[in-house]
């Protein structure tokens, strides 16, 4: 059975950092390319950022980039880095993986395998 678990949310304080850690397992299960999604209150998930398999294309919101950096440790671990935080990065951050597209994608449609989700506030 195929898991993927999201770790490292919590509140962080505006301008300040927070690093989510996604973790896929699975018997025989590599994940090719991964991206994580957020989901505002009241507001439809959008995506973040994404990382191919091989880790050597990368895909950035308008919204985080030059504060984020998604990046592959192995082939099931990958971790997002985000500086500067700011209040309009609360949200249901969800790690989300492909078992069929090798390259990084914003659209929820590439990835077919999602964690639950985990909170992130940001305080001003």
């Known amino acids: 059975q195929v898991q993927v678990v999201e770790s490292g949310g919590g509140l962080v304080q505006a301008g300040g950092s927070l690093r989510l850690s996604c973790a896929a397992s699975?018997?025989?299960?590599?994940?090719?390319?991964t991206g994580w999604f957020r989901q505002a209150p009241g507001k439809e998930i959008e995506p973040v950022a994404a990382?191919?398999?091989?880790?050597?294309?990368t895909y950035y919101a308008d919204s985080v980039k030059g504060r984020a950096t998604i990046s592959r440790y192995n082939d099931n671990t990958m971790v997002l880095q985000m500086n500067s935080a700011k209040p309009q990065d609360t949200a249901i951050y969800y790690c989300?993986?492909?078992?069929?597209?090798?390259?990084?994608?914003?659209?929820?449609?590439?990835?077919?395998?999602w964690g639950q989700g985990i909170q992130v506030t940001v305080s001003s």
């Open positions: 699975g018997r025989s299960f590599t994940p090719l390319a």
């Open positions: 989300a993986t492909s078992t069929t597209t090798e390259n990084a994608s914003s659209s929820s449609r590439s990835y077919d395998r």
């Open positions: 990382v191919s398999w091989h880790g050597s294309n």
